[in-house]
């Protein structure tokens, strides 16, 4: 699975209104939308503890902190739309009617609150991302929690983005993932990703899903990112 940062992407001509992460909030895509809904955006969907946390690290970005001494610790919010690239694995040129009925995985559930609900915060430094994840309820493996296989999305979406930020476009190498407790639906959990090492092409993340005081860790990972170029996504 590639990532690009919007800015590089929209460059080249890949995104149409698609998730912009690792960008600011100036990049929007126009193509099919003018005005394409940013999800990263609070709703009414949102628990009150998700946006406890959004308010949170909303307060630590540039804007708020203007003025006050900076110690590498701001964060800088990611926009993240719905749509996706304009080029097929392969090089195959997608019409434009094919092209705008496809979503981005993680945003392509109409019904608000009912699977993923997050927001991703980068900061300065661009040493660590967190996100802050509410699971809905179509989520749902074992009984009354959250599926692997979600889980391990959002793990591979975050560490991705974050991936994108140090150098994009990127491409998933290799996720292991350790599942330590079960996530119950509904609740809202935080997904750390923070930059272990960086080796030529290769970016290893490390990634941690824990409750939102930090009591229960429920998930760890480390993940290999290797940066590639745009005319090896067109070969596929």
């Not at 080029?87 to 979503?103: D, E, F």
């Not at 993680?106 to 608000?112: F, G, K, L, S, V």
């Not at 935080?190 to 080796?199: A, H, N, P, Q, R």
């Amino acid at each position: 699975m590639g990532h690009k940062t919007a800015q590089q992407a929209d460059k080249e001509g890949w995104l149409s209104s698609g998730d912009s992460s690792g960008t600011s909030g100036d990049v929007l895509p126009s193509i099919f939308s003018r005005k394409p809904r940013d999800f990263s955006l609070p709703s009414s969907s949102w628990g009150e503890e998700m946006m406890r946390l959004y308010n949170y690290y909303n307060s630590q970005s540039e804007e708020a902190t203007e003025g006050q001494e900076d110690h590498g610790e701001q964060w800088t919010r990611l926009p993240s739309y719905n749509r996706s690239l304009k080029y097929a694995t392969g090089g195959v040129y997608l019409s434009k009617i094919i092209q705008s009925k496809a979503r981005l995985f993680t945003r392509n559930i109409r019904d608000p609150g009912a699977a993923f609900e997050y927001v991703v915060f980068s900061r300065q430094d661009k040493q660590r991302c967190v996100c802050v994840f509410q699971a809905g309820h179509l989520l749902e493996g074992p009984p009354g929690h959250v599926h692997g296989g979600a889980i391990a999305t959002m793990i591979d979406t975050v560490t991705g983005t974050h991936a994108s930020l140090l150098s994009a476009p990127v491409m998933t190498a290799n996720l292991n993932i350790n599942y330590r407790r079960p996530i119950p639906l509904g609740s809202t959990v935080l997904i750390e990703s923070t930059l272990d090492k960086e080796e030529g092409k290769k970016k290893f993340i490390l990634c941690s899903v824990t409750s939102t005081d930090g009591s229960r860790v429920h998930t760890e990972a480390t993940a290999l990112f290797v940066s590639v170029s745009v005319s090896h996504l067109l070969r596929g």
